[in-house]
Structure formats: structure tokens, C-alpha cells
């Protein structure tokens, strides 16, 4: 019998296992254009948190005792569909769940055949990697020899940003939590990479700034938003442009922020865009093109935390608000 984990109630501040339950799913016969999946490897991500709370946004929150979705790749075991026969690998909305009934609303995509193992396809190969391409690439338009500031550094999204902005010949400053997170930062590429757990952000900030930037940064790829975005409006230089692309420091206890430098948009002209990677799908071929290219020379390392059977699901995704991870966080089945 196939179970999924189904959201229980909804957190007020930072969730805990009450919120969750595992349960058993009907077994329902496939309709014309289904196809079952079993699954794989499941994403495990932090705007999963946003669809917990009842609240509007660019998708519509996880209802109470139904399922829950995200990223998952796997393999059809029964098909009612030509375009996904039995025996195919697909990358699929349908996670948190061990066996899938999947059709076009959870956005299915057969996956080529080249020999990446399965689980690229949610790290730097997938959504991931996009997510860190596009921000960096088309929102904040970064370019050669610019000065890029990265929040979340050792993360999935974060150390993709990393690698792609070296690739690109820009220099990069990281921050992480941890003096381990910070080496491997600093091996992927970055120029330095603070440790925002040691001490205050802008200090640090300002000291790599004028070690390895001219005393500023021209790009601000934000995860994490508060501190760390206050630090990159205080060190923009002007014109500066910020991609914006999550804020993890505010999305259990919604704290007030202290914005000391915002005043900075002004005076520096920083222009400062949020974005969901969607808007972006247009450009796919382009995304493809480069991170196939970087993977298959080489110059795009990823690593993963794994945590292993379905049951692990809430300790997983629980684990990305206190740093358990570094790079992407995936539940094996
Ligand atoms: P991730 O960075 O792999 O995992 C989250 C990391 O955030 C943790 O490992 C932790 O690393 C750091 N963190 C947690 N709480 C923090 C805090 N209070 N202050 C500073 N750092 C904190 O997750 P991801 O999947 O790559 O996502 C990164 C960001 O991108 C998130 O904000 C996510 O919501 C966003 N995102 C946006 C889009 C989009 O389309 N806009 C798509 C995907 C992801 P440390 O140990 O370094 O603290």
C-alpha cells in the first residue's frame, strides 16, 4: 500500500513532527493519461514551509489532511499513457510519497537517458540549479568581473550560485554558518566566505568586500534576507542589482526586520528584484546548454545531505531551519 505524508495542522511559527502524518493511500485504478510512479528520491526544500501556512502566494497552500507535494524522481510502474511507459524515469510534482499517481497537473518530465545518477535531476540538474541560473544570470543580470554576494553559500541553491557565477569569471563572497560550510564555499570558487554564526554580517562583509572587491559588491543573490540583507544595501555599489530569491530567516517567526540600510536603494540605485524561477522557463534551452556543458567538464561539484526512508520526510525537511544540510537535502526511498 502506498503511504504519503499529509499535513496534519498548520504551524504557527517553526513546525514540529505534530504537524505531519503518515498515511495510508487509497488505491485507485489509473485514468486515461495517468501513470504510477514508484519513487525514488524526494526533494526536500524550504518554500515548503510557505505552503504550510494558509496564506496567498505563487502556489496555493497544502491542505489539511490531504497529501503533500514537491519535487520527486522515480520510476513508472504502470502506465496509462504512450508518452510515459513502463520503465521510465520521471521528474514529477508527487513527492512526500512513496508510489505516485501522476498526470500533466503535477507537471511530469521524462528524463533523458545520460547517465547522471537520478537524483542530479532535483540538485544542480533540475530546479535547483535553474533556480540559481536564472536568479543570478537574468534577474540580477551578473556579468563578468562583477563582484557577487551570496547568503545560504553552501546550500543547494547557494553553491550552485557559487560555481556559475566563477564560471562566468565574476568573484564571488560567500556566507554560511560554520567554519566547515565556509571551506567548502571557498573550495567551490569564492573569493572568502563569512561565517554569519561567528559574528555579525556587515563586519565580515565589509573586510571580504575590501580584500576581494574594491570595498563593494555589484550583486546580492539573497536566501536568507534579514542580516545578510541588510549587510549587502549597507557594501552595494552603485547600480547594484539584487536578486531575491528567498528569505529562510524569516519564514518560521515572520521578526520585524531591522533595515537599517535600505535607505541605501536610493542613494546607490540598487535595483532589487524578487523572483520565482517559473518566470524564467522561456530560457530552459539556454539553462540546459551551460549546466550540461559545466557538468560534463567538470566545473559544477554538488554535494548532498541524504536522509534515508519515507518515515524521515519531516526530520528532513526540519533540518534546512537549523543548517543540517549542505547542499541538497534529499530523502532517499
Ligand atoms: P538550502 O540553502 O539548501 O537549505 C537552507 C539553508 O539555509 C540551510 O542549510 C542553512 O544553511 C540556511 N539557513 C537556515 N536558516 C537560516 C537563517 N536563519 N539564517 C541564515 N541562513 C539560514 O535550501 P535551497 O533549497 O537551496 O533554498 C535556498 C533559498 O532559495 C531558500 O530561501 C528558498 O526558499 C529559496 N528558493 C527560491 C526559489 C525561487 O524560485 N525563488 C526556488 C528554490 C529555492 P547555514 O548552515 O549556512 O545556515
Redesign the pocket.
Known amino acids: 500500500m502506498a503511504r504519503a505524508w499529509h499535513l496534519k495542522s498548520r504551524p504557527v511559527a517553526m513546525p514540529g513532527p505534530e504537524n505531519f502524518e503518515l498515511k495510508e493511500l487509497p488505491d485507485v485504478p489509473l485514468a486515461q493519461g495517468q501513470f504510477r510512479v514508484r519513487n525514488a528520491w524526494l526533494s526536500v526544500?524550504?518554500?515548503m514551509r510557505g505552503r504550510m501556512s494558509d496564506v496567498k502566494s505563487y502556489v496555493p497552500p497544502f491542505a489539511i489532511d490531504a497529501p503533500m507535494q514537491g519535487g520527486a524522481v522515480g520510476t513508472v510502474i504502470d502506465s496509462a499513457n504512450g508518452d510515459f511507459p513502463v520503465g521510465a524515469q520521471v521528474l514529477h510534482m508527487a513527492g512526500w510519497r512513496d508510489e505516485a499517481v501522476v498526470g500533466p497537473e503535477l507537471m511530469p518530465q521524462k528524463l533523458p537517458e545520460i547517465g547522471v545518477p537520478l537524483h542530479h535531476w532535483l540538485g544542480n540538474l533540475g530546479?535547483?540549479g535553474a533556480?540559481a541560473y536564472f536568479?543570478l544570470l537574468k534577474v540580477a543580470e551578473a556579468r563578468e568581473g562583477d563582484v557577487v554576494f551570496v547568503?545560504?553559500?553552501?546550500?543547494?541553491?547557494?553553491s550552485a550560485v557559487v560555481q556559475i557565477a566563477r564560471n562566468k569569471g565574476m568573484t564571488v563572497i560567500g556566507?554560511?554558518?560554520?567554519p566547515e560550510?565556509c571551506a567548502w564555499v571557498r573550495e567551490l570558487g569564492a573569493a572568502a566566505c563569512i561565517d554569519?554564526?561567528a559574528g555579525p554580517v556587515l563586519p565580515q562583509l565589509a573586510e571580504a568586500a575590501k580584500a576581494h572587491g574594491k570595498g563593494g559588491i555589484d550583486v546580492y543573490f539573497d536566501?536568507?534576507g534579514?542580516e545578510?540583507l541588510d549587510a549587502a544595501c549597507a557594501l552595494a555599489r552603485d547600480f547594484a542589482r539584487f536578486a531575491m530569491?528567498?528569505?529562510?530567516?524569516v519564514?518560521n517567526d515572520g521578526k520585524p526586520q531591522e533595515m537599517r540600510y535600505l535607505i541605501r536603494l536610493v542613494s546607490a540605485r540598487i535595483r532589487m528584484q524578487?523572483?520565482?524561477?517559473?518566470d524564467y522557463l522561456a530560457h530552459m534551452g539556454e539553462f540546459q546548454a551551460d549546466m550540461g556543458e559545466w557538468v560534463r567538464a567538470g566545473r559544477m561539484q554538488s554535494r548532498e545531505t541524504i536522509h534515508d526512508g519515507l518515515e524521515s520526510m519531516p526530520d528532513a525537511f526540519l533540518g534546512?531551519?537549523?543548517?543540517?544540510?549542505?547542499?541538497?537535502?534529499l530523502v532517499r526511498l
Open positions: 526544500d524550504p518554500y530546479l535547483t533556480t536568479g547568503s545560504a553559500a553552501a546550500g543547494a541553491v547557494g556566507s554560511a554558518g560554520g560550510k554569519y554564526k536566501n536568507v534579514g545578510h530569491c528567498g528569505m529562510i530567516d519564514y524578487g523572483f520565482i524561477f517559473t534546512l531551519f537549523r543548517g543540517a544540510n549542505t547542499g541538497k537535502m
